[in-house]
C-alpha cells in the first residue's frame, strides 16, 4: 500500500467528518441562496444596491492535487476541496470550469463535474507543458501515469515563466505515440460526453491547448507545435464541436497562424462555437487580433497573471466587456501586492469604505431625525399627562432620572478609561479586507485559505481591479463576463 493514497483517503475521510460536524452549508443550499439574492437584486438597468455578484471561473485546476492537500506528493494536510468550493460558491463564483490540461488532471476534472453537478464543469486537453508525451524522450506512456506519486510533475503547470529550469535539448515527435494519444484523448472525450451524470459529463470546452514558448524546458517548441496542430485536427472533427479552451505565452504569431490552418480564418470548423485565450497576457494588438468579431472572435480570459504590470493591466483596460471572461487559475496566479493590479484593488476597497460610511453615516442621520420626532411626540403626550400626576409621582420620577443619568455618566467614564488600551491592542487593519482567514500549509486550519495557494473565491479581487481598471462598476464587469461565459460555455444548456 502507498502511503499517500492511504493518507489521501484518510484525509478525505476525515476532512468530511469535519465538516458535518462543522454543519458545514452544503454547495446547493449556498448557492440557492445565491440565486435568490440574485433575483431580488434589481434587473431594470441601474445597478442595484443590493447587487450580489455572480462569478463563472473559467480557469480554475482544482483536479490539482494541492486542492486534496498534496504538495509534491506529499501529503500536508487533510483534503479540503469542499471547503474550497464552499469558499467560492459564498462568495457568489458558482460555476467552476475545471482545467484539464493532461490525461490525468482531464479525467480527475471528470470526476469532479459527478461530485459537484451543476457546479463545476471541465475542460479536456493536453496543456503545452504537459506535451512532450507526445516526444520519443517521454518514457512514459501518458496511460501510466497516473500514479499519485510523481511528485512535482502531477501538479499542473503553472501560468508563470520559469526561467530556472533548463531547457532540453531538441526533441523530436514520435509519430506513432502521437497517433495513440489523439486517439486516446478522442475516446475520453466521447466518452465523457455520452454521461446523462451530469449531461456530457459537464465537459464544456476543448483544451487547455496552445503554445508556451516561455517555458520550453517542458516541452520544445517543436512538439508543442505539433500537439497543438494534430489537438486542433480533433477539435475539428468533433461534432457537435466544443468550445476552446486556450494557452497562448510569447507565441502569438505561430498561435494565430496553426488556429487559422486548422479551424479556418475565421474558426469556422467549430460552427460557431468559439472559445477563450485564458490567462492573458499580451498586448493590445495581440489582443485584438484575437477578439476580431471579422476574424477569430475570440474572448480573452483576465486573471491575477494578466494584471501584474502596468503594461498589462493597460491592455486589460482595452478588453471590451462584451469579449471578457474572468478566472483565478489556482492555485496559481494569486494577485500579490507586489503587482501593478494590487494598487487598483487597494484603491477600489478604499472607494467602497468611502461609499459604505457615507451610506451609514446618511441612514443614522435619518434614524436620528425620526427619533426625534418621535421623542416630540412623546414629550408631547407626557405634557397632557402630567397634568393627572400626583406629586408624590413626580418626586420618584425625579429620583428615577437622577439615578438613571448619573449611570450613564459612569458608563461614559468608563469608556472613555478603557479606549485608549483597545487602540493599543487593535491589529492594523488590512489594505484589502481578507474575507478569510489565511494560514501557512503546515498550520492548517479548518475553514482557511493556505498561503500561496490560489482558489476560487479570490476571483472577486480580480473583478474589483478589472472594474477599477476600466473605471466601471463591479456589477458591470461580473454580468458580462458571466454572460459571456454562459454564453460561450452553454452552461445554461447544462442543468444539474
Ligand atoms: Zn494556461
Redesign the pocket.
Known sequence: MRIGSSLGSRSLLFSRLVCNKAKFRPVNVIIASMAEAHISSSSAGAPAADYKPRYADI?INLADPIFRGRYHGKPRHPDDLQDVVSRAVEVGCTKLIV?G?SFKSSRDALKLAQEFPGTVYTTAGI?PCSSSIFSPSHHKHHDESQSEDEGEAEHT?A?DPDPTKPIPDGEGVDHARSERIVADLAALIAQARSSSAPPGGGLVAFG?F?L?YDRLHYCSREVQLHSFSVQLALAASLDPPLPLFL?S?AAHDDFVRLLREGLGPRLEKLRGKGGVV??FTGTVEEMRELMDPAGLGLYIGVNGCSLKTKENCDVVREIPLDRLMLET?GPWCEVRPSHEGWKYLVEWEKQEKERKGKLAAAAAAATAAATDGAAAAVADGAAAADGAATAGNEDANQEGQEKKQQKQKQQKQQQQQQQPSKKKNQKKEPEVPERYKTVKKEKWEQGAMVKGRNEPCTIERVAKIVAAIKGVSVEEVCEAAWKNTVKVFGLDEIQE
Open positions: 480557469g482545467t490540461s496543456h503547470p501560468c487547455e496552445g508556451d494557452h505565452r485564458h490567462s487559475d
